[in-house]
């Protein structure tokens, strides 16, 4: 405790899911690829080039499994160690853009592109500690990608394109804010009055 404040440190895996940024350069890997596929299909493009070889392994989480596991930890947790949260499964760069394909429905080919480096060959999170005290990832890959895919076709006028490098919002959903603080608030009515004096840290770049 520090500051007269209880902080746990959390560490996300890969999140993907609703009001993700659609930025043609700087999105996320599920965000970026769902919008490639999505536009390939829609205009007919043959083929689909992802970056890297495909061999590398990556973990991914719905947002919504992300912040069940901060509502859990928030009621269930407070000590100094840092708690991984993810589904502990990793799956090859490959085999994700697949799904992805598979989920938009595009009948192209996939190409990747040797040139473009791969980063770490693995990257998945030990998450025996978030098991220990009771939770665990509860939507599939196959069925959080049908969900967000689901999401991105019913927003394509509100879609976020934002640029992380200069964190500039070129198109934003003016009522996004408004929706996340009305979350906020409803599950912060829902916890218990301990949880409410515990502070989350989450430390990105996984």
């Known amino acids: 405790i520090q500051y007269k404040k209880n902080f746990v440190s959390i560490v996300p895996c890969n999140l993907y899911g609703p009001h993700d940024s659609f930025h043609e350069i700087n999105s996320h890997v599920p965000a970026a690829l769902l919008n490639k596929f999505h536009n390939a299909k829609i205009n007919n493009i043959k083929e ?37 949260i993810g589904s502990g499964k990793g799956i090859k760069i490959k085999e994700f853009a697949e799904l992805i394909k598979k989920t938009v429905g595009y009948k192209g080919k996939i190409i990747f592109d040797k040139k473009s480096t791969d980063g770490m060959p693995e990257k998945v999170l030990n998450v025996k500690k978030i098991n220990k005290i009771g939770w665990k990832s509860k939507i599939s890959l196959k069925k959080g990608l049908k969900l967000f895919y689901n999401w991105y076709l019913d927003n394509q006028n509100n879609l976020r394109k934002y640029n992380y490098q200069s964190l500039k919002i070129i198109k934003k959903n003016h009522s996004e804010k408004r929706k996340v603080q009305e979350f906020k608030e409803d599950n912060y009515l829902n916890l218990p009055n301990n949880s409410k004096k515990l502070n989350l840290t989450i430390h990105f770049g996984h």
């Open 48 to 84: 689909v080039k992802v970056w890297g070889t495909g061999k590398v392994s990556r973990e991914f989480l719905h947002v919504d499994d992300f912040s069940d596991a901060c509502i859990h930890i928030l009621k269930n947790y407070s000590g100094q160690k840092i708690i991984n």
